[in-house]
Structure formats: structure tokens, C-alpha cells
């Protein structure tokens, strides 16, 4: 069965430090994979999304980046945190032309 | 993409079925109903998805209105577990890049004992 990991769970950062959030997927082959945010009490907005190795689609303009380079690997980066950043990031994967979106555990960060 | 509409929150009592109402009034034909639900502190989990026929699964039924403007979530015995935030989702159409969900501000379920 297909599994999604994420990590770390929680993070405390100072403005201005780097970030790095990883997701993995384990169990298929070629998945869809996506990266989403949400603050606190409010919906999920999608960030990225990727069908492939090195092809990332962003859907909002801010200082975070994001690269695939495996797979079934998915990082979420930035290079100076914003107090904005503050959220829950989770990630999740899709597999071809089945639309059901499953989602990994989420990783809580806060920046302060 | 199309929008929902659904309650903010919502009772249920322990036991009882639990409905959850959605409008999707502008959804397009080839669009896929979704729904999620979200556990505090948990990532979203799928629940079911439908397009016209009614549907059901381990978890829940989904019923979907003919003219496809509005859909119910039927949690049948409704547990304390399943407190949460409930979203509905319609599904975007797809483009060479991938698809994507649009959540919104869901239902916030308390289920009662």
C-alpha cells in the first residue's frame, strides 16, 4: 500500500532562516505530487505541484520554492522565512488519471 | 473552478446519521464532487467522490442532486471520532500540469454524546 511521510512534524524558525520540508512517497510509481498550506482555521491553498522529475507548476507567487529531484521526493524550501510563512504545510500525491488526492501528516511551522 | 457553499458548523448526536449539505451551483459536467474531511492537527483525509450516481463506501454515502448543483455527505452512526471539519470539493478540470483542489472553509462537525 502507498504510504506519504513528511517531515520534520513541527518547526520553530527566526525570520529570516532557511527552510526545508521534505515528502516522500512510498508505493507507487510516477505520482502527481503537491504541496499545500493552510493558516490557522482557514482552507488549504495549493502552493506547487508536480507531474514529474524537475517539472514544479507554482500557483502563488512568494519567497518559497519547491523541487522534485527523485521521483518520489518532494522538498519545500526558502532561502529567508517570512512571519507569513507561519502555517501548516502538508503534502500530498495522486497517481494518473484517478483525481483522489491522498494527504501525508503535515508539518506545523512557525516563524518567529 | 466551480465553488461550494456549505454550513460552517453543524450537530450531530452521537449515533445519529449525520448530513452534510454542499451547494456546487456552477459546477461543469465533467467535474468530479469531492469530499475531505479534517481532523485538528491531522492532514486531510479523503472520504468519497462522485460524479452523478450516488455513491457509498465504508465511510459514507454520497448523494448527488440531479442537476448536479448541490450534493449530501451521509455519515449513517455518526461516533465521537468522527468530529472534524468536512470539505467539499469540486475537483479542477485538468490541464497539462496536473489537477488541483480548491478547499474552502468547510463544515465544522461536533458530534455529541
Known amino acids: 500500500s502507498q504510504t506519504i511521510h513528511q517531515w520534520p512534524a513541527t518547526l520553530v524558525q527566526p525570520v529570516g532562516s532557511p527552510l526545508s520540508l521534505e515528502c516522500t512517497v512510498e508505493?507507487?510509481?510516477?505520482?502527481?505530487l503537491y504541496w499545500y498550506r493552510q493558516a490557522a482555521g482557514r482552507g488549504l491553498q495549493l502552493l506547487f505541484y508536480?507531474?514529474?522529475?524537475?517539472?514544479i507548476s507554482s500557483e502563488v507567487p512568494q519567497n518559497l520554492s519547491a523541487s522534485r529531484p527523485q521521483d518520489r521526493q518532494f522538498i519545500l524550501s526558502s532561502k529567508k522565512l517570512l512571519l507569513s510563512d507561519s502555517g501548516f504545510y502538508l503534502c500530498?500525491?495522486?497517481?494518473?488519471?484517478?483525481?483522489?488526492?491522498?494527504f501525508g501528516p503535515g508539518t506545523r511551522l512557525l516563524v518567529l | 473552478d466551480a465553488k461550494t457553499t456549505q454550513p460552517p458548523s453543524m450537530d450531530c448526536a452521537e449515533g445519529r446519521a449525520a448530513n452534510l449539505p454542499c451547494n456546487h451551483s456552477?459546477?461543469?459536467?465533467?467535474?468530479?464532487v469531492y469530499w475531505y474531511r479534517q481532523i485538528h492537527s491531522q492532514g486531510p483525509q479523503y472520504i468519497i467522490h462522485?460524479?452523478?450516481n450516488n455513491e457509498t463506501n465504508e465511510m459514507a454515502s454520497l448523494i448527488i442532486t440531479e442537476d448536479r448543483k448541490s450534493s449530501t455527505l451521509i455519515l449513517p452512526h455518526a461516533t465521537l471520532r468522527d468530529t472534524a471539519v468536512y470539505y467539499c470539493?469540486?475537483?479542477?478540470?485538468?490541464?497539462?500540469?496536473?489537477?488541483?483542489?480548491?478547499f474552502g472553509g468547510g463544515t465544522r462537525l461536533m458530534v455529541k454524546p
Open positions: 500530498a500525491w495522486s497517481v494518473g488519471r484517478d483525481e483522489t488526492q491522498y
Open positions: 508505493g507507487t510509481s510516477n505520482p502527481n
Open positions: 508536480s507531474i514529474g522529475i524537475d517539472q
Open positions: 456552477t459546477i461543469s459536467g465533467n467535474e468530479y
Open positions: 462522485g460524479l452523478k
Open positions: 470539493i469540486v475537483r479542477g478540470s485538468l490541464n497539462n500540469a496536473g489537477n488541483m483542489l480548491t
